[in-house]
């Protein structure tokens, strides 16, 4: 039996869905951890993003799922320059999770150091790789003016 684990986000919420063909044993197993649930719109069973779920499918600890602290910093200067141009708490929240990822692709390298060539690395790597929407791709390769 095959069992594959992903981070995903669902209902604004980082989840871990667990995709594996349908198996009545495996169904009731799963069931039986805290927080596990079925998403008719992902047809795919997923759980809280906790420290021991992410060991118990073999995930990225919590830690390297954070930007370097210099990161985390940017983050807050760019939620500060966008409430200065009076965007939305939602456009906000939608703009710096976008840029959160990105800094956490590149946790390891200075933000003064990320070029144009790390953005196609990222949109090349983890957004077409991870098949993730077009309108989180414009989110990260065509930010706020």
Do not use: C
Not at 6 to 23: G, P, W
Not at 70 to 76: L, M, S, T, V, Y
């Amino acid at each position: 039996m095959i069992l594959t684990a992903k981070l995903i986000k669902h209902k604004d919420e980082s989840r871990i869905a667990v995709y594996f063909e349908k198996n009545q044993d495996l169904i009731s197993r799963i069931k039986q951890l805290d927080g596990a649930r079925w998403s008719q719109q992902k047809t795919v069973w997923h759980l809280p993003d906790t420290t021991e779920n992410r060991e118990r499918f073999n995930i990225e600890p919590i830690a390297n799922s954070l930007p370097s602290a210099e990161g985390i910093f940017q983050i807050e200067k760019f939620k500060q320059w966008l409430r200065s141009k009076r965007y939305s708490e939602s456009t906000i929240t939608t703009y710096s999770e976008a840029l959160k990822s990105f800094l956490i692709f590149y946790r390891e390298k200075s933000v003064v150091e990320i070029n144009n060539e790390d953005v196609i690395i990222y949109n090349n790597d983890y957004i077409l790789k991870n098949n993730l929407s077009a309108s989180y791709q414009n989110q990260i390769v065509h930010p706020v003016g």
